[in-house]
Nanobody, 121 residues
Framework: VQLQACGGGLVQAGGSLRLSCAVSGFTFGSYVMGWFRQAPGKEREHVAAISWNGGTTYSTDSVKGRFTISRDNAKNTVYLQMNSLKPEDTAVYYC???????????????WGQGTLVTVSS
């Protein structure tokens, strides 16, 4: 099982980034996919999730209207489009997979290695 996240980097406040997470080793289309983030000294936080067919999405209040999660089951890839980035969005972002929808990291079976997003003020 591999979840390869990429797309992080350094961006100025107000800018945009698009994270991608390419998956292999399990039936991608059968899993709910999520994005989490962890800032230095803080606990891992659930950011967004998307149902197996993309029909239902969830995002935490702090990113609503700015971040959009999507998926392409033909490419076994999940995306996180991040707009209007703020310095408080600085964190390592992780993609993860679960069969049980939720915001608790313990519900997620498979995890990517993380990609660093740094937003400068």
């Amino acid at each position: 099982v591999q979840l390869q996240a990429c797309g992080g980097g350094l961006v100025q406040a107000g800018g945009s980034l698009r994270l991608s997470c390419a998956v292999s080793g399990f039936t991608f289309g059968s899993y709910v996919m999520g994005w989490f983030r962890q800032a230095p000294g803080k606990e891992r936080e659930h950011v967004a999730a998307i149902s197996w067919n993309g029909g239902t999405t969830y995002s935490t209040d702090s990113v609503k209207g700015r971040f959009t999660i999507s998926r392409d089951n033909a490419k076994n890839t999940v995306y996180l489009q991040m707009n209007s980035l703020k310095p408080e969005d600085t964190a390592v972002y992780y993609c993860a997979a679960t069969r049980v929808p939720g915001t608790d990291a313990r519900q997620y079976y498979y995890w990517g290695q993380g990609t660093l997003v740094t937003v400068s003020s």
